[in-house]
């Protein structure tokens, strides 16, 4: 693990001042996202080509996280890709094979910690299981700089290449711009959530034909599902008759439960199929066609690292509870702690008073020469160097990359937090700087999506497109200039929004 250099950010901050950043939010706190930061920065490194990142920067504020990149790094990892790609073919699959036996012994360790009995372990045995696992984590997750270099920067390169074939094309007057960008870029793969669905929906009908199966039939969806709702702050072990409810809801809707089945498990294929098809009329080759290719093997991939931070939060959370248990601390605190100060809990650890402030306000920096994590009076300026003050006035239009295509209009409500989801209601725009799979919910309820980041291979362009709804992505600035209950169209075929009437 990297070292915890003390001042570090102080030193570093004015490096830098005036640089452009890449922002991401969701829910998250110190101890889970160390591992994501470290595995950027300082993991496996020499196995990257140049794919790894220079620094970060992470705010948590009362258990939700501000994660930014910089910019010139973001270019740095994807130009390094795309140059290991003119010297080795199918470079995706190459980077893909050489971390599986990362994933599957991270997969094996998380499997083993779950038979483990952890009160019969000593306190030197927990430590070092904790330690153990952490090592296996960071290598898992060090596959993750390229994923999202490549996936945060290459969306617009695409976007630009795509046109300037298109534009010259015979299509041109025959389909839209952002319907071929939608098509090239869309996936080809089942994301785990569409899985998780899916079983769900045949749960559902079996459940129809034998009410006396439905125990069982929860019991088993249970054990291969019951994860689902993690993030990078809490994790939950949904019970059986959690799931056998949501099947119960399934079967008093109005959706045709075996018809939407038929569509989401031909969707990969159709979207296969249209891709080919698109790729041999506009004769893509070149630049344009390895991105492409990339991207959708890197869709699979990220797609199987979300589900991983799902294990990782269910797992690190039985060993925490475990410390919290010989400690007293309370599991929403210790959380507030890095993984390096978790190993040394029964020797020294941050005060209560620490704990509460880094809650209410803190920030984790990493580069090559270590980590530091400050909070209290100290955030603010650091926040005001990287993010600036985040105002945007008098603008009541803009444009973002057309992810799902379609136009909708509806009631803005801005989703900071997987905590309040509950807001959104049937109809509404849901608008963030980022959705992530816990989401979900909120999203099947949205006429449409908006959001200041992402690119072609992020999570609501993967879901939107699945839920057939419109989506525009990397707006920079929706969650900015929108507010709850303004009033919007969302035209995703030409890629704007519109505020039609201010709150």
Same mark, same amino acid.
């Given at each position: 693990? #990297? ?86 073919? =199918? ?15 991270? =997969? ?85 959530? =569409? ?7 045949? #749960? ?26 993690? =993030? ?34 031909? #969707? ?236």
């Amino acid at each position: 693990m #990297m070292k915890n250099v003390k001042g570090l950010i102080e030193k570093k901050l004015s490096k830098w001042k005036g640089k452009e950043w890449y922002h991401q939010r969701f829910d998250g706190a110190p101890y889970y996202l160390y591992f994501i930061g470290e595995a950027h920065v300082g993991t496996l490194a020499e196995r990257k080509m140049g794919g790894d990142f220079s620094a970060h920067f992470c705010f948590f504020e009362d258990g939700k996280a501000d994660w930014y990149f910089e910019m010139e790094d973001i270019k740095k990892v994807y130009t390094s890709i795309l140059q290991a790609a003119k010297k080795r073919k =199918n470079i995706s699959a190459y980077f893909i094979k050489l971390w599986k036996k990362e994933e599957d012994l991270f =997969n094996s360790k998380c499997l083993e910690i779950g038979k483990t009995d952890l009160k019969k372990l000593s306190d030197t045995e927990l430590v070092a299981l904790h330690k153990e696992f952490s090592h296996i984590t960071l290598e898992r997750f060090s596959s993750s700089s390229l994923i999202d270099g490549f996936a945060l920067g290459t969306d617009q390169l695409t976007a630009d290449l795509i046109k300037k074939i298109y534009d010259k094309s015979k299509l041109k007057d025959k389909i839209r711009l952002t319907e071929v960008f939608s098509a090239l870029t869309a996936p080809v793969h089942s994301s785990f959530i =569409n899985e998780a669905e899916l079983a769900m929906m045949k #749960m559902a009908l079996q459940m129809r034909k034998d009410k006396k199966m439905a125990d069982k039939l929860a019991a088993e969806y249970q054990k291969k599902f019951f994860w689902i709702r993690n =993030n990078f702050v809490d994790f939950f072990v949904l019970s059986a008759d959690y799931f056998k409810k949501e099947a119960s809801k399934l079967l008093t809707s109005k959706v045709d439960l075996a018809r939407e089945i038929k569509r989401i498990e031909k #969707m990969p294929e159709l979207n296969r199929r249209h891709k080919q098809e698109l790729l041999k009329s506009l004769s893509i080759k070149g630049e344009l066609k390895t991105l492409l290719k990339i991207s959708e093997d890197f869709t699979y991939w990220q797609d199987e690292r979300k589900k991983s931070t799902f294990f990782m939060a269910h797992y690190f959370g039985l060993l925490l509870q475990e410390f919290c248990r010989r400690t007293n601390l309370a599991l929403d605190d210790i959380k507030y702690l890095t993984p390096g100060e978790v190993s040394n809990i029964f020797t020294k650890r941050p005060s209560a008073k620490e704990i509460k402030t880094r809650k209410k306000g803190s920030v984790l920096y990493w580069d090559k020469s270590g980590y530091e994590i400050v909070s209290g009076n100290k955030v603010a300026a650091v926040k005001k160097v990287i993010a600036g003050d985040g105002k945007k006035d008098k603008i009541d239009d803009f444009r973002g990359l057309s992810a799902s295509v379609g136009r909708a209009s509806g009631t803005v409500k801005i989703l900071k937090s997987a905590k309040e989801i509950d807001k959104i209601n049937k109809g509404d725009v849901l608008v963030a700087v980022m959705t992530r799979p816990d989401y979900v919910q909120a999203m099947k309820k949205a006429v449409a999506i908006v959001t200041d980041e992402g690119g072609v291979t992020c999570h609501a362009a993967i879901i939107s497109r699945e839920l057939g709804i419109p989506c525009i992505i990397g707006t920079k600035i929706a969650t900015k200039v929108l507010h709850d209950g303004d009033q919007v169209e969302v035209n995703a075929n030409h890629g704007w929004v519109r505020i039609i009437k201010r709150a």
